[in-house]
């Protein structure tokens, strides 16, 4: 009886995750064959769920219309400046309140966690203001640095509890081989922390990536833009045009799944070290 429980338990499973899987999936897959396929099938009935002739038009007109290669470059050097830098800072500060004892700690660690909880919309006014006189305004500097500030609360909380997981002794018996602190950080902590690291610096990258309030309301020229904006561009008040910009957004999915896809082992490890203590 109890062998048959466990393989209709065992049947549900599967049955749940093949149907959560087509859930998660078709979306992505319908993206790519609407990209495939020529202006004038996209809107063809009924629907074509597997074209009879592929097309690179809309890949064509996608180049030919904007430079999309531009605002891949952009994101690119945004986000990945923006991730490097907030994970580095974060490091730091996270490996301060995990290992010292100071009065304002706890202020900090709630500070940290209520910024999670602010909508960012409410702060682009006075952001805007602030970038403007700091002329930083469409500018890839200005944005890279309201990334960096952006990402740093969470990123913080996140390495800080990669950190608690890692015994004192470890340290210790380092800086009793003659190591200063800081040198025991970075030769002996760090290597052990590079799934948590990994980790947090893919989080930081793909949230700079997917960022679109505040790229569309700092950056302004065509020169400057980044993926986000430009697919926001593709919608007019009386159009959208669904072939550039599922083309466009295949190009916008690639960088991220390429990145989770090499380092998935990390991400994984990484999450599972950090969720033990908090």
């Known amino acids: 009886m109890i062998g048959k ?15 959560w899987l087509a859930f998660t999936v078709f979306p992505l897959y319908w993206i790519l064959i609407t990209s495939l396929k020529a202006p004038g099938d996209i809107f063809s009935f009924p629907l074509a769920y597997w074209p009879e ?3 690179l038009e809309n890949y064509r007109e996608l180049f030919n219309k904007a430079d999309f290669g531009t605002y891949i470059t952009n ?3 945004v986000a990945t400046v923006a991730g490097a830098v907030a994970t580095a800072i974060s490091m730091l500060s996270a490996y301060v309140l995990a290992r010292f004892e100071f009065r304002t700690k706890s202020a900090l660690l709630t500070a940290a966690l209520v910024t999670q909880m602010i909508p960012a919309f409410i702060a682009l006014g006075p952001l805007y203001l602030l970038m403007t006189d700091l002329k930083l305004v469409d500018n890839r500097l200005g944005l890279i640095l309201v990334y960096i500030a952006v990402c740093i609360p969470f990123c913080t909380v996140m390495l800080r509890g990669f950190f608690e997981n890692i015994p004192d002794a470890l340290e210790e ?3 009793i081989d003659g190591l200063s602190r800081f040198s025991a950080l970075f030769r002996v902590l760090l290597p052990v922390m590079r799934p948590g690291i990994v980790a947090a610096f893919i989080f930081n990258f793909v949230n700079c990536w997917n960022e679109l309030f505040l790229s569309v309301t700092l950056m302004n020229s065509d020169a400057n833009k980044t993926v986000p904006t430009a ?16 083309a466009a957004a295949v190009f916008t999915i690639l960088p991220t799944m390429v990145l989770f896809a090499f380092a998935s ?3 994984v490890q990484g999450l599972t070290s950090g969720a033990v203590k908090g």
């Open 53 to 55: 002739h592929f097309s």
């Open 75 to 77: 994101s690119l050097i």
């Open 173 to 175: 018996a380092a800086m």
């Open 5 to 19: 429980e466990t393989a209709a338990g065992r049947a549900v499973r599967i049955v749940f995750l093949v149907l």
């Open 265 to 267: 082992r990390h991400i």
């Open 231 to 246: 697919l926001n561009g593709f919608i007019s008040s009386f159009n959208i045009d669904w072939g550039s910009m599922s």
